[in-house]
Nanobody, 131 residues
């Protein structure tokens, strides 16, 4: 199983990037798919996650209305369209795949944005937004 991110780079504030995560080694019938990021000196945070089986989608408040996650199962790929980028978006971005759910307790709930849900991670792609 391998996840490979691409599409990162240097962009000016207000610009756009589209990140791509290509999966290989398994059918892209994941239980959940997520994008996370980690800025220098900060903890990794969930940006956008989706689980069609749980019928839930998550966007961090900081990216709502600017970022869009789009899975393409036919291509075994998931995209993250990032618009109106800000310097605060500078980070390494990771995609991740969950193959099975992990509930917070015997009776739930299910947190799609929790990193413990995810079994496989990509190597990351750097996004740098200049002011």
């Amino acid at each position: 199983v391998q996840l490979v991110e691409s599409g990162g780079g240097l962009v000016q504030a207000g610009g756009s990037l589209r990140l791509c995560c290509a999966a290989s080694g398994f059918t892209f019938d994941a239980y959940a798919i997520g994008w996370f990021r980690q800025a220098p000196g900060k903890a990794r945070e969930a940006i956008s996650c989706i689980s069609t089986r749980e019928q839930t989608t998550y966007y961090a408040d900081s990216v709502k209305g600017r970022f869009t996650l789009s899975p393409d199962s036919a291509k075994n790929t998931v995209y993250l369209q990032m618009n109106s980028l800000k310097p605060a978006d500078t980070a390494v971005y990771y995609c991740a795949v969950s193959l099975a759910p992990r509930y917070a307790s015997a009776y739930g709930p299910y947190y799609v944005s929790a990193s413990y849900q995810y079994d496989y991670w990509g190597q990351g792609t750097q996004v740098t937004v200049s002011s």
